[in-house]
């Protein structure tokens, strides 16, 4: 029996004696090994921050193979032979970078850099096994990587330079550059020419000790044993056997990607795991003349590879069941799951919502099956699966191998899934399908059909199968087969994940696309079947997998300008090197300090309800737990207030959401601490009122104060001036800030007078010092908040960071130990909420022509059980309502709903997207009932004059909106695309696409004028190197960067002597959020200032010595006693509104854009592909065209997310369901637009913001409602051609089961639901 554990990390060696079963490699790397590089972001293989790549010998195929695999979800215990590198084994600045830190650094692919060792090491191992990729091996090595910052774009611009040129998509090294002398118009983001050569002699070798281990026939069995779990890994399949006869109820682990989940997620305990991964016959691969049989050992990515080069030496007509599984594989999961998952272990699950059993079941593929009592075959269908998760096999049964037949001639299989996000998503619905035919006939002779997502099992139509034998491929059987399904497929209205009529219109759809799919075949076949009308072909179009890509086009810096000055330059993020080597630190990477604590939230599982009692006994008999603390352990207030709202952070008496925190407990660690924290029992007594819905607030005239009102004009007198008036409402919910990094925060707590560090990821560094110490009942003097970076914010971490870092600092403060607190995934979604869900219902008034003379909306939106911010976004959305229109008669009211959901709080946009497209919707839907196109209606009302007054009398000029309206209408050349996509929907019946362009006013700057300031520390030290310090907070903006260029500029100091090191409320105090896209304007200004202030007291040494150098000016400054640190201020504009007069300069400026998007919906799956976009944006003139461009980028496909594919789920018991990757997608690359063009408008000028420039942060967003509008084009244009109604309701987002529905057709209409009168919602619209 071998008896430790041996692997290496990054070339060195590591031999654990008494590993941990329960330890994860990522929480090995980060907390045992301090390797922080590789990154926590959701636990459940969702999300790609923590990859690593794992190398092994197999000795099946004698190979060392090179995974990326994410390390959340791999068991150390497992890694017995392997070898792993991370992120800081590829490269560092230390040493030197790795060409794919560099490019992805200097492509400026980084942006909070969260997301960034996690994309390297996807395409470090992609480039080990393969260093000339094709686009699409780029495309899927990052298919499993999620950024929430960058769009993409930037990341595959860097990465496509490893790629030989000329495959296909434009590659950036064949971008064709320009430098437009003329028009000063630049395409360059980046110097591919400038880029390290790739050199594969920079990477580790594989551990030639490993080799010989690998080799060795019979390496023992490990066991390890903790305190819970027993963890055996034998290395032969007798011992396998035989472990599995011992301890039947122990799972057999293979990958751990089904299991991991349920322990890290669902905090599954198993005693005894069984670890398999060793046992060669799992993984033996065989092909005969008959079929593959493959070991249920075998990973996916194998299974996937064997297949791909096993079909070219296979007939077209054998091989069509392994296509039909390569494609499969191809949708499942990410590159990293494939890597880890296993087929037995995907069959096994027995989960219907897992795509492999359906096709497999279909293709007719037997299993092998050992125990003690013997081997047996059995057939793969329906009826080898019981329950979830349960399939008739005894409990001590192992599936040794699969078989997969040929497929036979006249045989045809085909699969199909539908998923919220087409890739990296569990299916709603799977199906495969096979059918075989009467040689040279049409002839049905058998035909099986398998659904998977319609029950608790994989589903046999059992008696369509029957039914249609021996029957004629044609319009009939397809009826028939329809009718039988309806009736044969029925799914229950309870099933898990609800969506009965779109699984079940899914089912229909499915065959009817099988159905074509089979009718093309036998034509090709030459069988005489019924003509197929070309039109109808669309049913089957494949999806576009290109990879995506896009131009850029900017304004250089005037050719007088300086070459030493960086402003205006496409300048890298400042810290992208340090965060592609995974050396940039973020709060949780800090290391531990001693006696360092950790605590996890108690929350409530009521939504209203009174505390009777709390019970943390069981939690504190917990070795290790050293305390647990309420409301009535906190020193000083128990309260959060911000502009008189007042939350309290512990629930005192009552609660009022689910996910409210009622205690914490405290422990030694965050395992013990999170384990605890599930033991305390809470009685309530549940209380009336309770709802969660905005229609029910309104029901319950449940608001909050105050109450809001814009008015322009008479309204009334508008109406009835007006030919024609509409009535509707729009519906747009919530989305999940997801920034990469959870919140979280080390509280310090020092020996003396009361002081405390916090290291913490907020944006509002000074708000969680003041909540902070009024917690303690310390003054502000004593509590530092360190602010170094975040990862990610989007407004997620302005308001609830504060009271988590109370509820630290508390508990640091009674147990006088450093405290750390770091929220896991499920928990952040649950406690610090997100965007508001908000309804608008308007009545409108219009003329023939499309002119709007009067609106009146009244938004609403829900608060949640606080007010948080909501008042003021409310605001935002009022002030946004009139967007670039001039709508002479306007009136909005808004009104907060105060339900019983956690509150929503500030992110992107803050309220300005939903107004803007509420009204947005209005435009859309006047044009539609006028029958004319919608981008001429929105022109029709645009402001024009030079000098316009918004609803709310502010002056400003529309000029360059317009101009980037009518750019975006020439550079999106959309004329004729509107012409072409006319000509695309008519002759396709099954797929329509859909074109729009909004234009886009944006208001800068806090609405509350005394925000509106910014201050900054400017030191210069005697070896001439400066560091800048502000209030802002970097969380992947480029604040930094912006002001090392601003203080470059000043100084004429090069960039390199500059830095930034952190955000601390000791250095700069009092400083404003950063937020409302104000940052830059802010801290640029106090940057400026402060370094003017120093050039002026250099000025006369300066003239003095003209000869000197800097550094020589700076130690003469020294040695003349002249002050080498200056503070700088901004006093920002007074902005504010009148309410009562429905007046005020409630900005300071406006940034204006346009925007142009195209889509392609499936009318049978609601599936969509978003096609190109093109944005026009005038921000000023930039400061930095990169970063901007990045803002831009990142937001519109925030707001991409926000429109069509991010839907949080509620129960009726107002309990959060989407708590993780695993139901909530954000884009992923497979979404990007396939063409994403962005140009920034030349020649525009600002004279309100520094050096001309302009916020950028927020008004992107707004643009992904291009895509929604797009998609309604489409949707109606299927419907027109149907002969429907012109008005149907699609609320935000468009999800696939919402586009589907909205397509109404044969399927759908003959779906009925199983709903009866004790039927409840799976979810309900909050
Ligand atoms: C982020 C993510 C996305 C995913 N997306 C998809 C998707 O789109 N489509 C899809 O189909 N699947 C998807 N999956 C599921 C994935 O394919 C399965 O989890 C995987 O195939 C299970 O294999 P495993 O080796 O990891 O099993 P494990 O987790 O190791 O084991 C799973 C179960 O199978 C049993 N088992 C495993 N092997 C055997 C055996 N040989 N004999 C007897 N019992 C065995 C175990 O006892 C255990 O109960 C996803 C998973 C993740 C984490
Ligand atoms: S994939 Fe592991 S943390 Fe997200
Ligand atoms: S840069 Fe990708 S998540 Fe921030």
Redesign the pocket.
């Known amino acids: 029996m071998a008896a430790d554990l041996t692997f290496y990390i990054n070339g060195r060696k590591v031999v654990e004696k008494n590993a941990d079963p329960e330890e994860m490699l990522l929480g090995y790397l980060r907390r045992k090994v301090g390797l922080t590089g590789t990154k926590y972001g959701c636990g ?3 999300c790609g921050a923590c990859t690593v790549m794992v190398s092994r010998y197999d000795p099946v195929q004698d190979s060392i193979n090179h995974c990326a695999v994410t390390s959340c ?1 791999v068991p150390v215990c497992s890694l017995h032979g392997s070898a792993v590198v991370t992120v800081e084994g590829v490269g560092s600045t230390r040493t030197k970078l790795h060409p794919v830190q560099e490019r992805i650094a200097k492509a400026h692919g980084s942006q909070c850099g969260f997301c960034t060792p996690g994309m390297v090491m996807s395409m470090y191992t992609l480039l080990r096994n393969n260093p000339k990729p094709t686009m699409e091996d780029i495309r899927e090595a990052l298919g499993g990587n999620l950024c929430r910052c960058t769009g993409y774009r930037p990341i595959i611009d860097g990465f496509k330079t490893f790629c030989d040129v000329n495959q296909g998509g434009k590659c950036c090294m064949d971008n064709g550059y320009f430098h437009n002398q003329e028009d000063q118009i630049c395409e360059e983001l980046f110097k591919a020419e400038d880029f390290l050569p790739l050199d594969p002699t920079q990477d580790i070798i594989f551990p030639p000790e490993l080799l010989l281990l690998g080799k060795k026939q019979d390496h023992g069995q490990l066991c390890f044993q903790s305190e819970r779990v027993k963890w055996i890994s034998p290395a032969l399949l007798k011992d396998l056997i035989h472990l599995k006869a011992q301890y039947p109820d122990a ?11 349920k322990v890290n997620v669902k905090r599954a305990l198993f005693p005894v795991i069984i670890y ?1 991964g060793w046992i060669p016959e ?1 993984r033996e691969i065989t092909w005969s003349s008959n079929g593959l049989r493959v070991g ?2 075998c990973s ?1 990515s194998v299974l996937k590879d064997v297949l791909q080069k096993g079909i070219k030496d296979l007939s077209p007509e054998k091989s069509e069941v392994y296509q039909t599984l390569i494609q499969t594989l191809h ?4 590159k990293q ?1 494939r890597n ?7 069959i ?2 027995s ?1 219907p ?4 059993c359906s096709v497999l079941a279909a293709s007719g593929c037997t299993l092998r099956i050992i125990s003690k009592a013997g081997v047996c075959e059995m057939v793969l269908d329906d009826k080898f699966f019981t329950d979830f ?1 349960k399939t008739v ?1 005894q409990e001590d ?4 191998s699969i078989n997969i037949p040929h497929s036979k001639p006249w045989e045809f299989i085909s699969t199909f899934r539908q ?1 919220q996000r087409r890739e ?4 709603f619905v799977n199906s495969g399908m096979k059918v075989s035919f009467r040689e040279q006939s049409a002839v049905v002779e058998s035909l099986e059909i398998f659904y998977g997502g319609v029950g608790s099992t994989l589903v046999k139509a059992r008696n369509t199968g029957k039914e249609l034998r021996g029957r004629l491929w044609n319009e009939k059987l397809l009826s028939k087969g329809i009718e039988l399904l309806k009736v044969e497929i029925s799914l229950s209205s309870a099933i898990p994940r609800g969506r009965e009529e779109y699984r079940k219109t899914l089912v229909l759809s499915f065959f009817y696309k099988f159905y074509m799919e089979i009718l093309l075949e036998l034509r090709k076949k030459g069988v005489a079947v019924s003509d197929v009308p070309p039109e109808y072909l669309s049913a089957l179009k494949p999806h576009g997998n290109e990879l995506p890509h896009g131009h850029h086009t900017f304004q250089m810096v005037p050719e007088i300008q300086s070459s030493t000055d960086p402003v205006g330059c496409p300048i890298m993020h400042q810290a992208a090197f340090q965060q592609a080597t995974g050396e940039a630190q973020y709060y949780d990477d800090i290391p531990s300090v001693k006696g360092e604590l950790f605590v996890s939230m108690v929350t409530s599982t009521r939504a209203h309800a009174k505390l009777i009692s709390i019970d943390a006994s069981e939690a504190l008999s917990i070795p290790g737990v050293v305390t647990f603390i309420t409301a009535e352990h906190v020193p000083g207030q128990n309260r959060r207030v911000w502009f008189g709202n007042v939350e309290e952070l512990f629930a005192e008496e009552e609660v009022i959401c689910v996910g409210q925190i009622i205690g914490a407990i405290v422990a030694e660690n965050r395992e013990i601490a999170k384990r605890a924290s599930c033991l305390v029992s809470v009685t309530y007594e549940d209380l009336l009122p309770v709802f969660f819905t905005i229609e029910e607030a309104i029901e319950h005239q449940s608001f909050f104060e105050p109450k809001r009102k814009l008015e322009r004009g008479n309204v009334e007198e508008g109406f009835e001036k007006s030919d024609h008036i509409l009535e509707g409402e729009l519906y747009m919910g919530g989305q999940e800030h997801f920034y990469m990094e959870t919140q979280g925060v080390i509280a310090v707590p020092r020996a003396e007078a009361g002081e405390m560090e916090l290291y913490v990821a907020t944006q509002h560094a000074a708000f969680t010092q003041e909540v902070v110490g009024l917690t303690l009942g310390v003054n502000s003097n004593k509590i530092s908040c360190h602010v170094k970076r975040l990862g990610g914010g989007f407004g997620g971490k302005v308001m609830k960071i504060a009271s988590l870092s109370a509820i630290a600092a508390t508990a640091a403060y009674r147990t006088g130990r450093a405290v750390r607190c770091v929220l896991e995934r499920g928990d952040d979604m649950l406690i610090t909420s997100g965007r508001h869900p908000f309804l608008g219902r308007y009545k409108v008034g219009y003329m023939n022509d499309g002119t709007i003379l009067a609106a009146d909306i009244t938004y609403y939106s829900n608060g949640g059980c606080t007010l948080d911010e909501s008042s003021f976004i409310m605001e935002k959305a009022l002030l946004h309502m009139d967007n670039g229109y001039k709508i002479p008669h306007l009136r909005g009211r808004g009104l907060v709903c105060r339900t019983f959901l956690p509150s929503y709080t500030a992110f992107r946009g803050f309220g300005g997207p939903q107004g803007l497209t509420i009204i947005e919707s209005v435009l859309h839907e006047v044009a539609s009932r006028c029958g004319l196109p919608a981008h001429q209606v929105r022109e029709v009302n645009m402001y024009k004059s030079e000098r316009c007054y918004t609803h709310h009398q502010q002056l400003f000029s529309p000029v360059d909106m317009l101009r980037c309206w009518h750019e975006c209408l020439e550079k999106s050349n959309y004329e004729q695309r509107l012409l072409a996509i006319q000509k695309f929907n008519s002759s396709n019946n099954w797929r329509k696409r859909g074109l729009s362009i909004v234009p886009l006013k944006f208001g800068i700057g806090f609405s509350k004028g005394f925000y509106n300031q910014g201050a900054a520390l400017v030191n210069i030290y005697k070896d001439g190197s400066v560091l800048v310090s502000h209030g802002g907070t970097e969380m992947g903006q480029g604040i930094n960067t912006k002001a090392i260029q601003i203080a470059s500029r000043v100084l004429n100091v090069p960039m390199s002597s500059i830095h930034v090191k952190e955000t601390c409320t000791g250095n700069v105090p009092n400083a404003a959020p950063s937020a409302a896209s104000f940052g830059t304007d802010a801290v640029g200004m106090a940057v400026k200032d402060a370094c003017e202030k120093l050039i002026a007291r250099l000025q006369p040494l300066r003239k003095q010595n003209p000869e000197h150098t800097w550094q020589q000016l700076v130690v003469e400054a020294y040695c003349q006693k002249i002050s080498l640190s200056a503070t700088g201020f901004f006093m920002g504009p007074h902005t504010g509104v009148d309410w009562e007069r429905s007046k005020g300069a409630a900005y300071y400026y406006f940034t204006f854009g346009a925007c142009c998007s195209e889509v392609e919906i499936d009318c049978l799956t609601g599936d969509h592909e978003n096609i190109r976009t093109d944005i026009v944006m005038d921000v000023g003139k930039s400061l930095n065209p990169a970063l901007d461009i990045g803002q831009i980028e990142g937001g519109f496909i925030q707001g991409l997310g926000l429109y069509t594919i991010e839907e949080l789920h509620f129960s009726p018991d107002g309990v959060l369901k989407t708590r993780g ?2 139901d909530y997608k954000i884009p992923a690359i497979v979404d990007i637009p396939h063409t994403l063009n962005i140009h920034l408008l030349s020649n525009a000028q600002n004279p309100h913001a520094i050096y001309s420039s302009k916020g950028i942060g927020e008004p992107p967003v707004f643009f992904g409602c291009t895509v929604f509008f797009a998609i309604k084009e489409a949707i109606a244009a299927a419907r027109r051609e149907r002969k429907l109604s012109k008005s149907f309701n699609i609320s935000s987002p468009a999800t696939p089961e919402k586009i589907r529905m909205a397509c109404e057709d044969n399927f759908t209409t003959v779906v009925t639901s199983s709903k009866n009168k004790h039927w409840s919602p799976w979810t309900i619209n909050v």
């Not at 919502?353 to 492999?356: A, F, N, R, S, T």
Request: charged share 10%.
């Open positions: 459940e293989g969702g979800l799972p057999l682990m293979m990958g751990n990607t089904t299991l991991g989940l398999a799992l249920a050992g996916l949708s499942l999961a990410s799951i880890m998952a296993t087929i037995g272990g995907n096994m699950s989960d919502k897992y795509d492999l998760g096999l049964a192992i599936l040794l998923a990296f998503s569990f299916s990757l695993s």
